[in-house]
Structures are given as C-alpha cells and as structure tokens.
Nanobody
Framework: QVQLAESGGGLVQAGGSLRLSCAVSGRTFSLSAMGWFRQAPGKEREFVAAIRWSAGSTYYSDSVKGRFTISRDNAKNTVYLQMNSLKPEDTAVYYC??????????????WGRGTQVTVSS
C-alpha cells in the first residue's frame, strides 16, 4: 500500500499559478505511475495528468495541456503539478493517486485526501 498526502492548494486569481505537491510513502517500489485527478462540485472526478514513476513519461488531459506540468522527484518521493494560466473552471478538489498497473488513465488504487484549488475570476 502507498500513502499519499497532497499540499499546495489555495485561492488564486484567474491567470495565476499554483504548484501542488504529493508526498508518497510506503511501497514505492511497486509504483508504475502517479496521477492527478480533480473533482468539481456536482461533477465527476476527471483525469488531469499522469507520470510514469521510473521513465518519467507524462500524459495530460486536453483541458490542461500546455498549462499544467506534472513532474516527480524520486529521491524525495514527491510528485508535483505546476498549474499556470489558471482558469475559474480549474476550480476543484485535486487528488493525487498511484497505480501499480500499466494503464496511466485508470485503475488507480491509492488516493490522497485532496487539496482544494479555487480560481477566482
């Protein structure tokens, strides 16, 4: 099992930036990929970005491509989500998740508690 703890959320104006962090502990040797997901009020949780733990390959949803960057520091067991050019529609609770499987889009088994990101217009 892997334990995940997000931080870095907050309130920012449209056009601003935030960096989310996800501290990873536990069975990190089993990790295949780490992902960021978000859930806005009244909406389903959606995929935002993912990164392969070893190779560092990255994947993004169309809605954030070009604005968000996912990265990881394996030495610190931390995954980051740099969010630039934020829009009000980016407002959501952001969750960090991990998977030992090959599919970076679904099948995540461990989740953090989430961190709130609010973008004001």
């Amino acid at each position: 099992q892997v334990q995940l703890a997000e931080s870095g959320g907050g309130l920012v104006q449209a056009g601003g930036s935030l960096r989310l962090s996800c501290a990873v502990s536990g069975r990190t040797f089993s990790l295949s990929a780490m992902g960021w997901f978000r859930q806005a009020p009244g909406k389903e949780r959606e995929f935002v970005a993912a990164i392969r733990w070893s190779a560092g390959s990255t994947y993004y949803s169309d809605s954030v491509k070009g604005r968000f960057t996912i990265s990881r520091d394996n030495a610190k067991n931390t995954v980051y989500l740099q969010m630039n050019s934020l829009k009000p529609e980016d407002t959501a609770v952001y969750y960090c998740a991990s998977t030992a499987g090959s599919n970076y889009y679904r099948g995540y088994t461990d989740w953090g508690r989430g961190t709130q990101v609010t973008v004001s217009s």
